[in-house]
Structure formats: structure tokens, C-alpha cells
């Protein structure tokens, strides 16, 4: 038996995606990374220590999650992880490509890091390494066995292109060999290097996404793993709601931005950020104006910056709405 939700955005939880710093061992084909938006620097730990606090303030029930670039490349990423453990964040997460630099392992115990969750977008090696580079592949593997021999959960984070889609069933087997906990299916957004590359190229369809995406999520739950994936297409019945308006979630950059919106990264849009170690709110125009504009395609900066993936009917309203990108659907073994 499976039980199937849409997880709509909580109110309750503020969920922190902290960017400790920009740089990454890999160059990944479709990075998301914009340097030259947000940096190249990293965090110092006495700074990540002083924005950790200023979102437990914010909510006392707040997820926390390090990313990068790569953010096992921090010598102190250990260090903060136990300043959040300390400051009460109920989860923490490290998401990483899987060379798990610094010797973070020994570094950290399963009682303070819930999940470590690693990036693979090819069920081959050809494949994952056309993409995230040669080499990414073995090590990612190797990274997993390692860290679930050491008594840590895992996820696996698999984000759906042209290039992949084919490969993503043959996810299935890996999943139960590795012994993953969570598999996220994730859909690329058109930003950072994805962007140079173009839509055409890397988004897949509303019929390839709809007639794979959700039967594989299916037959990964079938194996025990929590399997979630954005859900991308909305009919024109069901409701649209924008996480900006209703949701905590932040995006935290090393140059200070914080974003509530991840498809607005490419550009100076944050809503918010950190001045002299203070939370501040940005003047307008920011992603807030945005959040407010209510069109009939659903998500207005899909409509922006990805527009290839609307489809309208002779009358010119749209056949479907895009939802928002974090409204996802879970499914999980009962
Ligand atoms: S591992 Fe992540 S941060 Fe590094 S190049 Fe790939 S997508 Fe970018
Ligand atoms: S992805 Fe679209 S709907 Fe979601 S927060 Fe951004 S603008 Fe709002």
C-alpha cells in the first residue's frame, strides 16, 4: 500500500537553503550557480553562525539545509552544522555531490545531520558524467556507500532533462542496491548555466513528464523510499498558490541576497538581505512585486524566464497552469 499527497507549503516550517559558499569541484552542464550574481567567496564561520540565528529567530520550527557550490569544500561546514544543531533546527541536510571533501563524515554524527543528500542525473555513468562530469558518477556511488556504512540516511536527487529522462526508470534498481532513503525527482529550472544552454534543449514536455515522472515515483515508493517530484502542470480547475506569498522558504546566498523564489536567482530580485549581519528587506522593485502579479498561467516567472513550456489554446487562455516549483508530490510506502 502507498499513500500519495501534495505537499503544499507550510506555514508552521520555515525551510533555510544556505548557500555557504559558490565554488564546486564539478562544472556540472546545467549548474545552477550564477557567480556572477552571487560570488565567488566563501562564508566565514563566525558569519554563518550570525545568519543561522536570524532564522531560528524567525520560526522556531526551521529546517536547515547546506548547499553549495559543494559545501563539504568548507573547512568549517562541520562546525556550522553543530552551531545549527545547537541554535534548535529540527532537521539538517547536507546536500552534496558526493566527494564528501574535509573528511566530513568523521566530522559529524547521524545524530546531527538527518540526511545527507547527493546529486546523480544518470542511472549510467555515460550518462551522469556527459552531464556532471567524468568521474562524478563512481565517486557519487562511492560517496553514498560510504556515508550509509557510516550510519546516515541519504537521498538522492535526480533532475529530469532532455538528456535523462530515459534513464530515469533504470533509477529504480539503483535506489534498492544503494539502499537510498529518499529519491527526489527534481524538473530543471532555467537558470545559472541552464539558461546559456536554453529551454528547447534541457525541459521535457507535459507528455513525457506526466506519461514517466509519476510511475516512477510510484515504483520507487513501492520499494520503501519516500519519492517526491514537483508536480509541474496544473489543470486549469485545480488552485494556484505562489510559495513567495505563503510558504517560509529562503534562499540564502554568501553575498548576503535571500531569496524566497529560486527561479528569480539570476537576477537582483532578492527580497531580502543581510546588511552589517542584519536582515533587512530590499527596496522595489523585488520578487515580492512579482509574487502578486495573478496571471492565468499560474507562476510568473515561469512564465519569464521559461515560457517554452506554456501551451495556449486558439481563444489564447492556456491549456494548463504551471505551479509553483515547490509544490511537489510525496509518495510514501504505508
Ligand atoms: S555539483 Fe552542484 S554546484 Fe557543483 S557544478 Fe554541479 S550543479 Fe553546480
Ligand atoms: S516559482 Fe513561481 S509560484 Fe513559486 S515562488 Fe517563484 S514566482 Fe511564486
Given at each position: 500500500?502507498?499513500?500519495?499527497?501534495?505537499?503544499?507549503?507550510?506555514?508552521?516550517?520555515?525551510?533555510?537553503?544556505?548557500?555557504?559558499?559558490?565554488?564546486?569541484?564539478?562544472?556540472?552542464?546545467?549548474?545552477?550557480?550564477?557567480?556572477?550574481?552571487?560570488?565567488?567567496?566563501?562564508?566565514?564561520?563566525?558569519?554563518?553562525?550570525?545568519?543561522?540565528?536570524?532564522?531560528?529567530?524567525?520560526?522556531?520550527?526551521?529546517?536547515?539545509?547546506?548547499?553549495?557550490?559543494?559545501?563539504?569544500?568548507?573547512?568549517?561546514?562541520?562546525?556550522a552544522v553543530k552551531k545549527a544543531k545547537n541554535l534548535g533546527y529540527s532537521s539538517i541536510t547536507i546536500d552534496t555531490n558526493g566527494y564528501l571533501f574535509n573528511d566530513i563524515l568523521s566530522k559529524v554524527n547521524p545524530e546531527e545531520v538527518d540526511y545527507f543528500s547527493f546529486s546523480l542525473d544518470g542511472a549510467t555513468r555515460k550518462t551522469n558524467d556527459m552531464i556532471r562530469g567524468?568521474?562524478?558518477?563512481?565517486?557519487?556511488?562511492?560517496?553514498?556507500?560510504?556515508?550509509?556504512?557510516?550510519?546516515?540516511?541519504?537521498?538522492?536527487?535526480?533532475?529530469?532533462?532532455?538528456?535523462?529522462?530515459?534513464?530515469?526508470?533504470?533509477?529504480?534498481?539503483?535506489?534498492?542496491?544503494?539502499?537510498?532513503?529518499?529519491f527526489f525527482i527534481q524538473v530543471i529550472g532555467i537558470r545559472g548555466k541552464s539558461?546559456?544552454?536554453?529551454?528547447?534543449?534541457?525541459?521535457?514536455?507535459?507528455?513525457?513528464?506526466?506519461?514517466?515522472?509519476?510511475?516512477?515515483?510510484?515504483?520507487?515508493?513501492?520499494?520503501?523510499?519516500?519519492?517526491?517530484?514537483?508536480?509541474?502542470?496544473?489543470?486549469?480547475?485545480?488552485?494556484?498558490?505562489?510559495?513567495?506569498?505563503?510558504?517560509?522558504?529562503?534562499?540564502?546566498?554568501?553575498?548576503?541576497?535571500?531569496?524566497k523564489c529560486p527561479l528569480c536567482e539570476d537576477f537582483p530580485l532578492h527580497s531580502m538581505e543581510f546588511r552589517d549581519n542584519r536582515l533587512v528587506n530590499t527596496g522595489r522593485l523585488n520578487e515580492n512585486d512579482l509574487f502578486q502579479l495573478n496571471i492565468p498561467e499560474g507562476c510568473v516567472m515561469n512564465k519569464i524566464i521559461q515560457p517554452a513550456n506554456l501551451c495556449y489554446k486558439s481563444d489564447g487562455s492556456p491549456e494548463y497552469k504551471i505551479a509553483c516549483c515547490m509544490l511537489k508530490e510525496e509518495i510514501q510506502a504505508d
Open positions: 500500500m502507498k499513500s500519495k499527497r501534495t505537499v503544499s507549503f507550510s506555514q508552521k516550517a520555515t525551510n533555510v537553503f544556505f548557500h555557504i559558499l559558490t565554488s564546486c569541484n564539478l562544472k556540472c552542464r546545467h549548474c545552477y550557480i550564477n557567480q556572477e550574481q552571487h560570488g565567488e567567496n566563501a562564508l566565514p564561520l563566525s558569519t554563518i553562525k550570525t545568519w543561522l540565528a536570524a532564522f531560528v529567530e524567525k520560526n522556531k520550527k526551521a529546517n536547515i539545509i547546506f548547499l553549495g557550490g559543494e559545501p563539504t569544500l568548507h573547512p568549517d561546514l562541520s562546525l567524468k568521474g562524478s558518477y563512481d565517486r557519487c556511488i562511492k560517496g553514498i556507500r560510504e556515508t550509509i556504512s557510516t550510519g546516515y540516511k541519504t537521498s538522492l536527487i535526480y533532475t529530469v532533462t532532455k538528456t535523462n529522462i530515459n534513464e530515469i526508470s533504470m533509477m529504480i534498481p539503483l535506489l534498492e542496491d544503494l539502499g537510498i532513503d529518499r539558461a546559456k544552454i536554453g529551454q528547447d534543449k534541457l525541459q521535457v514536455s507535459r507528455s513525457e513528464w506526466l506519461s514517466i515522472i509519476p510511475d516512477v515515483a510510484k515504483k520507487a515508493a513501492g520499494l520503501g523510499v519516500t519519492a517526491t517530484y514537483p508536480k509541474v502542470f496544473l489543470s486549469p480547475e485545480e488552485s494556484f498558490e505562489c510559495a513567495g506569498l505563503v510558504a517560509e522558504n529562503y534562499f540564502i546566498f554568501p553575498n548576503g541576497r535571500v531569496y
